[in-house]
DNA sequence: TATAGTATCAGACTACAGTCTAGTTTTTTG
DNA sequence: CAAAAAACTAGACTGTAGTCTGATACTATA
C-alpha cells in the first residue's frame, strides 16, 4: 500500500456529517426543538451510526462547549507577570462569563447545566470544570503567596467560592427570561466576594 | 339535604391517594426510578387522573417543597428585635440550608433545580424563591437602615447576590456526588460575602 | 486471496412522559 | 326531577430518547 496514513475510517466521516447537521439544526430551531430522528433523517445517517459516535443527545451540544477549555488557558495566559492575582482573577471571570454568554449562549448554558445534573458520569461540563478549578488555584496560590488573602480561610475554601459564584450566577442568568447579561449578574458578585476574600488592611 | 358542606369531589380522594402512592414511591426507590405508570398502577387510578390533577411527573414532587415558605417564614419571625441584621442573613442561610439538605434531601433538591431550569412556567420553586427574596430583602433592608452595607451596593445588587450565593452551593452541592453536606458549602461562602457586602469600618 | 476479527451501520424495538378522546359520575339549573 | 353542564376517569395513542440485533464493510494476517 503506497499511502502510509491509514485510511481514515468511515466512521470519522460520519461522525463529523452527524456533528455538522446537528449543530446547524439546533442553531436553527434550538435544542428541544431538534429531534435524534430529525437529525439522522437529514444527515442520511442512522440512529445506529449516532449512538455509535455519541452517548447521547446532549453529549453532541456538548462538544461546543470543548471550545471553553483552549479559552480559559488563552486568558490565564495572557495576563502579565506583574499583575496583582486579585485582579487577575476578577478579569478572568468577566472575560469567562462573556465569553459563555456571547459565544455558547444561554441555550447551551441550560442544556449544560441540566445535564450535569443528570448524569451520573462524565461530562465536558466536569471536566472543563476541573481545567477552570485548576487556573483558579494558581492564581489563589499565587494571591496566598502574596499574602493577599485573608489568612483563615484555607485555599480549598476560597476555591470552591469562586466555583459557586460562577455556577450560581450561571445558574440564576439561565432562570431569567429577560435579556439581562450573565456579567450584569456575575460582576458585583465576583467582585464583592472577592473584597470579602481579600485580606483587610 | 342536611349536610351544609358540599359533598366532597371524588377527585380530591384520587389526588391524595395519588399523592400519598407517588411520595412512597419515590422515597422507596428515587425519584428517576419510578414511572407514572408504577404510580397510577399501585394507586389503582389512571394516567387520565394523574394528569388531571398533577401538571408533570415532577410537579406531583414538587408538592413537597411548598413545606418551605413556611419555613422561611417561621426561621424569619424566630429571631429577636433587636439582633443584628447580618447576623439574622448568615443564620437565616444556615438554617435554610440545613432545612433543604435534611427535610428535602438532595435528591429532592436536583429534580427542583433541572425542573426549574427546563419550565418556561411557574414551579413551587420559582415561587418559593420569590417568597425568599421577600424576606432577604426585609433582612437586607433592616440592615441598610442600619448603615451596616456598603453604599455602593443597591439593595438589588446584595439581595441577588444573596440569591446567587444560595443557588451556587446547592448546585454545586448537587454535582457531587461524595456525603458532604450543604452546609459545608454554603457557610463559608456566605460569611464571605456578607463579609464584602459589609460597610468597612 | 481467504479468514477472522472489529468497527460501523440500519432500523426495528423498548421505555416512558405526556396527550387525547370517549365515556361515567357528580353538580347545577330550570 | 329531568336535562345540561362540568368534573373526573380509563386507557389507547403519540412522540421521542435511547437500546438491541443482525447485517455489512473494512483491516490485519497468513
Redesign the pocket.
Given at each position: 500500500?503506497i499511502e502510509p496514513v491509514?485510511?481514515?475510517?468511515?466512521?470519522?466521516?460520519?461522525?463529523k456529517k452527524i456533528l455538522a447537521v446537528a449543530l446547524r439544526l439546533f442553531a436553527e430551531k434550538g435544542f428541544?426543538?431538534?429531534?435524534?430522528?430529525?437529525?439522522?433523517k437529514k444527515s442520511?445517517?442512522?440512529?445506529?451510526?449516532?449512538?455509535?459516535?455519541?452517548?447521547?443527545?446532549?453529549?453532541i451540544f456538548l462538544v461546543r462547549f470543548t471550545e471553553v477549555d483552549n479559552y480559559y488557558l488563552e486568558v490565564y495566559e495572557s495576563f502579565p507577570e506583574n499583575m496583582d492575582p486579585i485582579e487577575k482573577l476578577s478579569i478572568f471571570s468577566q472575560k469567562l462569563m462573556n465569553f459563555l454568554e456571547v459565544e455558547m449562549g444561554k441555550d447551551l448554558m441550560k442544556v449544560i447545566y441540566n445535564a450535569a445534573l443528570e448524569s451520573k458520569e462524565h461530562t465536558y461540563f466536569l471536566d472543563s470544570n476541573r481545567s477552570l478549578f485548576k487556573i483558579t488555584r494558581k492564581l489563589l496560590e499565587e494571591a496566598i503567596e502574596e499574602d493577599k488573602i485573608d489568612s483563615e480561610l484555607s485555599l480549598d475554601d476560597v476555591s470552591t467560592m469562586i466555583t459557586q459564584s460562577f455556577m450560581g450566577s450561571i445558574y440564576h442568568w439561565g432562570l431569567q427570561n429577560t435579556d439581562r447579561s450573565l456579567e450584569s449578574f456575575s460582576k458585583p458578585f465576583v467582585k464583592t466576594l472577592l473584597k470579602g476574600i481579600s485580606k483587610t488592611t
Open positions: 500500500m491509514k485510511k481514515q475510517r468511515r466512521g470519522e466521516e460520519t461522525k428541544n426543538k431538534v429531534t435524534v430522528d430529525d437529525i439522522v442520511a445517517t442512522s440512529k445506529g451510526s449516532f449512538y455509535q459516535h455519541f452517548r447521547s443527545k446532549s453529549d
